[in-house]
């Protein structure tokens, strides 16, 4: 099993151009999918003695472990992928996950500010009011000054501005470099999932936040680093000059979130949810968002239409004197 897996591993790096988030999901969901079928002591089960029964015991030791149902599907959905990779590879006759039913998924409208809450929350980014708020909220360090703060709170502000701008994943506007903007044009060339390109515009005030930004991103590369892992390449950096991370852009989310309003949940794919919503609402084409936000299926893009329609009859409910 493990020599299977290495091998699938290595089709998905070079024939399938995984990202490595993806091949690091892939090979994480099918080497727990191994332990599972060889129980310490015990003998590894044959690959051709593992049929429908089997995954579905599986899938009830997971549901045992109180995983939710999104992580048992993308479980599933990963041993659907491997086995028919093991078809192909002609190690077995069919795909012994494919009689094996996905758990249905509740759908979940996804909670997002409205577009007159986006501009007041990044205006006033923009303005380093919500530095003003923190400094209240929480004693700053004595080794922390307020310029630096002030600097800092420019920089995410553009990673705010533009992921909201251009509905970038995480991963998109963690992986931007410096040859991929276009400042003139006001474009970006963004690397997908599945590693797949394309181009998506950014707006004005994405644009004033970036011209802000590029003096402190040259600012965080001069300071001095004793172990020498500058990224400067990358667009977005830390304060030791190093690319961010997707896990530091998650949190930079939740903090500016919190300090904005008490009971939003934002995290970075709320904006991108956000970016999408509020195009539709104003009257722009799916068949256009499906290619901003860079979307392989139309059908994943209607899911966006749910949060709009929503968002419509709340705009209803409080503006229509019969509601």
Known sequence: MKRLIDQ?????????????????EYRRDMQQFADFLAPPGEKTLPLEQIDHRVIREYVGFLYDQKLERASVARRLASMRTFFKYCVRER?????????????????????????????????EMGRGGLTRQRKTRRKE?????????K????????ILEMLYAAGLRVSEIVGLNLQDVDRAGQMLRV??????????PYGSKAQEALEVYWPIREQLLEKPDPRKKKSPEAVFLNRRGHRVTKRWVHALVRKYARLANANWNLHPHSLRHAFATH???????????????????????????????????DIYDKAHPHA
């Open 141 to 149: 360090s004595s080794s922390s000054s307020g310029a630096a703060a």
């Open 8 to 24: 699938f591993i290595d089709y998905l790096r070079y024939e399938r151009n995984a990202s490595p988030d993806t091949i690091r």
């Open 279 to 313: 195009l539709l609402v104003d009257g722009a084409d799916l068949r256009a968002i499906q290619e901003l936000l860079g979307h392989a299926s139309l059908s994943t893009t209607q899911r966006y239409t749910q949060a709009s329609v929503k968002q419509l009859m």
């Open 151 to 158: 600097m800092l709170l420019k920089r995410d502000w553009a």
């Open 91 to 123: 190690h077995l006759k069919q795909n012994p996950a494919r009689l094996v039913a996905t758990p249905k998924l509740p759908r979940r409208i996804p909670q997002i500010p409205t577009a007159e809450e986006m501009n007041s929350f990044l205006d």
């Open 191 to 200: 690397m997908g999932k599945g590693r797949k390109e394309r181009v998506v």
